[in-house]
């Protein structure tokens, strides 16, 4: 799970400091211009955003699903024979 939160927020990260050094925005205008770039409007982009991050966000959910459906987990039933 922290490894699919790590893929995210390091491609955000590296691509809005990218954004500042290269096109010289402020820091926090530097962050929606990666976003919608990862999320496929380039070609790069759309590779990385309909490979990488679909996996990474699945890994992220499918965690929160088991730690809830084991928390929420009914007790098991004795075999009476």
């Known amino acids: 799970m922290a490894a699919s939160a790590g893929v995210v927020g390091d491609?955000?990260?590296?691509?809005?400091?990218?954004h500042h050094g290269f096109e010289g925005l402020a820091g926090l205008d530097a962050v929606p211009n990666p976003s919608m770039l990862t999320g496929g409007t380039r070609p790069v982009g759309a590779l990385h955003g309909g490979r990488v991050l679909p996996v990474a966000a699945g890994v992220l959910f499918a965690s929160v699903m088991h730690a809830?459906?084991?928390?929420?987990?009914?007790?098991?039933?004795?075999?009476?024979r």
């Open 11 to 18: 491609s955000l990260a590296s691509s809005a400091r990218d």
């Open 68 to 80: 809830v459906l084991f928390r929420f987990q009914l007790p098991a039933e004795r075999d009476s």
